[in-house]
């Protein structure tokens, strides 16, 4: 199975259009969309550290969270794609193995938990800068934001629709919790965001 950060752009959409497993999918795409928004945050905080030395040591630190993030999204991009195929066989072994379906759909879901997460830091990061960022970045930082905020709520729904097909009740409510909680501080960040945007 190839690797979505080894894809060329032109053949990585090739495999999302395409009717075939193993591939990516909606989370996958909902991954490398959180991707680009982190690098484009990234990229904002190079240019306002550069514009502001004042701020070197923040942005330093948030530069390097961003590009952690940047490349855990990526990463999760082709973890989707692994827990998707997975979910395909085990959906035809279900009523054998209701285990092992069970399994994979919890996996499956982890990963589009761990994209909200993600969004989740980067759109307060996005909030965190708006205030003091260089300005000529502020198109990138609202840009950024709605594909922060696209990727979280296409994971949340994953999430959801998921959930409908797992049977641990615990596993539900935490996962279902977490989300919940993450997706409503995208929201209000991006709300915020776009508030104090001129």
């Not at 990526?74 to 997975?86: G, H, I, K, N, Q």
Request: charged share 25%; aromatic share 6%.
């Amino acid at each position: 199975m190839e690797t979505i950060a080894n894809l060329t752009v032109k053949d990585y959409l090739a495999q999302l259009a395409a009717p075939v497993f193993p591939a990516p999918a909606v989370g996958s795409a909902a991954a490398t969309t959180a991707a680009m928004a982190a690098a484009l945050v990234e990229m904002s905080s190079e240019i306002t550290r550069k514009k502001d030395r004042k701020q070197e040591k923040e942005l330093g630190k948030l530069i390097e969270e961003l590009q952690t993030i940047r490349q855990h999204c990526l990463a999760l991009a082709t973890e989707d794609m692994a827990a998707y195929w997975e979910v395909v066989q085990a959906n035809k072994e279900k009523e054998e193995f209701p285990a092992a379906h069970e399994a994979a759909m919890k996996k499956a879901t982890d990963t589009l938990v761990a994209v909200v997460k993600d969004c989740e830091f980067i759109l307060t990061s996005i909030e965190e800068l708006i205030p003091t960022c260089y300005k000529k970045v502020l198109g990138d930082l609202l840009g950024s934001t709605y594909l922060a905020e696209a990727a979280a709520n296409t994971a949340r729904r994953g999430v959801e629709i998921n959930l409908q097909v797992i049977n641990d009740q615990n596993y539900i409510k935490e996962a279902a919790a977490s989300v919940r909680d993450s997706y409503q501080k995208c929201c209000e960040a991006k709300e915020n965001i776009i508030a104090s945007c001129p």
